[in-house]
């Protein structure tokens, strides 16, 4: 069975850091092209970062550059996002998804994790 479960959300000023990760059982992540997404209430789903099967190729959107960083833990069959400098603009439930190749559109994406919130707020 594959599954994706999505840890390390919580509230966080502005200005914090928080660590999320998307840890995988049932299959490696290491042959899959691992996306992070985030929905904002009333918003669509966007991406947010990827880092690819291939080469380890990492692409981050444009309003996360520079604060956000995927990596990948072969070992513990886990990939992370450590976001700093976090904004309110940044609130979101973040989702991690498996795919065959990076892309920032969900379609693109098969399996996914349930989520977890995010809040930046003072």
């Known amino acids: 069975q594959v599954l994706l479960v999505e840890s390390g959300g919580g509230l966080v000023q502005p200005g914090g850091s928080l660590r999320l990760s998307c840890a995988a059982s049932?299959?490696?992540?290491?042959?899959?092209?691992i996306g992070w997404f985030r929905q904002a209430p009333g918003k669509e789903r966007e991406g947010v970062s990827c880092?690819?099967?291939?080469?380890?190729?990492?692409y981050y959107a444009d309003s996360v550059k520079g604060r956000f960083t995927i990596s990948r833990d072969t070992g513990k069959n886990t990939v992370y996002l450590q976001m700093n400098s976090l904004r309110p603009e940044d609130t979101a439930v973040y989702y991690c998804?498996?795919?065959?190749?990076?892309?920032?559109?969900?379609?693109?994406?098969?399996?996914w994790g349930q989520g977890t919130r995010v809040t930046v707020s003072s």
């Open positions: 998804a498996t795919g065959y190749y990076c892309s920032d559109l969900p379609r693109d994406f098969g399996s």
């Open positions: 049932g299959f490696t992540l290491d042959y899959h092209a």
């Open positions: 880092i690819s099967r291939s080469d380890g190729s990492v």
